[in-house]
């Protein structure tokens, strides 16, 4: 029966060394801010922002929440983007997703400045990435690479499937273990013979979005699993992208749902602002 990779427990220890150096931070006269923007009343953007901003709390880091109504024009929220990027007590910018039919989402993203960019999606960090020179790094992959290094994987040789290929996820993570020295396949809707690119892999990262779509018979024994999806079933009941139960039976550690990568996401927009306030710090 393979490990279980537990993402509570690696976000647990991980926000007390963020909460360690915001306190030498505010220490130094500097204390680490973080700008979250709401557009609308979308009920899941409200539960995210509102995790966020008790995990800010509890880091130390000093948040505020800029609710907007959804009417609220494109022009304006560009206004207060810009205000911000020019306020010295913020150093992450964050604008929760998804935004208003009428507001450009590239243009807003693009808007935020690099150097607070904590999401990691502004072009030019997107582009640092790719060149293997990071200035901040998309927080859900960022996860995943950190779970991988808590639990000791070393991805260099190894053979890495990424199944899925968003702009958020699959192939942010797939830079990111191409930086590791691994060898990556991402495979998605259009993929030929999924389960054989699936069965050949050491680590398998699941960000496809479909419950239990990848079996527990693709998986090579001994693999690590990482599995990035969250799909409600039912009720009440999440599931991830991969058969959890039966993919236990190969491999050698795997993540839950939930429980596994979701704690991680907020941990690294936590460790990503702590970093900005470093480098205010250090100028």
């Given amino acids: 029966m393979a490990d279980i990779i537990d993402g509570k427990a690696i976000a647990a220890e991980m926000r007390q060394n963020i909460a360690a ?12 801010g973080l700008a979250v923007v709401l557009v609308g009343e ?4 409200r539960v995210y922002v509102s995790m966020k901003e008790k995990a800010c709390a509890a880091a130390g880091i000093y948040s505020v929440e800029h609710k907007l109504p959804a009417e609220t024009s494109e022009a304006d929220l560009l206004k207060l983007i810009a205000a911000l990027n020019d306020d010295n007590q913020i150093d992450g910018i964050l604008v929760q997703l998804p935004l208003p039919e009428h507001i450009d989402e590239s243009k807003v993203l693009e808007a935020i400045s690099p150097g607070k960019d904590v999401d990691g999606f502004h072009p030019y960090n997107v582009g640092r990435l790719m060149t293997g020179h990071p200035v901040f790094q998309p927080c859900t ?7 991988l290094e808590y639990t000791g994987v070393d ?29 990556v396949t991402i495979c998605h809707s259009r993929t030929i013979d999924l389960p054989q690119k699936v069965a050949a892999a050491d680590v398998v990262i699941a ?3 479909r419950p239990e779509m990848i079996k527990g018979d693709w998986i090579k024994k001994g693999a690590v699993v990482i599995d990035v999806g969250v799909n409600r079933v ?5 599931v991830g992208d991969v058969d959890f139960v039966a993919a236990c039976e190969n ?13 991680m996401t907020i941990t690294m927009l936590l460790y990503n602002t702590i970093v900005s306030a470093k480098r205010r710090a250090a100028r």
């Fill in 21 to 32: 150096d915001a306190k030498t931070l505010i220490g130094q006269g500097v204390t680490p």
């Fill in 234 to 238: 039912g009720e009440k009941k999440l």
């Fill in 251 to 263: 491999a050698a550690a795997i993540t839950p749902v939930p429980g596994g990568v979701g704690p």
């Fill in 155 to 183: 991805l260099k040789g190894k053979e890495v499937v990424v199944v899925g290929r968003s702009n958020i996820v699959g192939k942010p993570v797939a830079l990111m273990c191409l930086a590791e020295h691994a060898t």
């Fill in 42 to 45: 979308d009920p899941a953007s």
């Fill in 141 to 147: 992959p960022f996860g995943v690479m950190k779970m």
């Fill in 207 to 209: 960000a496809v979005g």
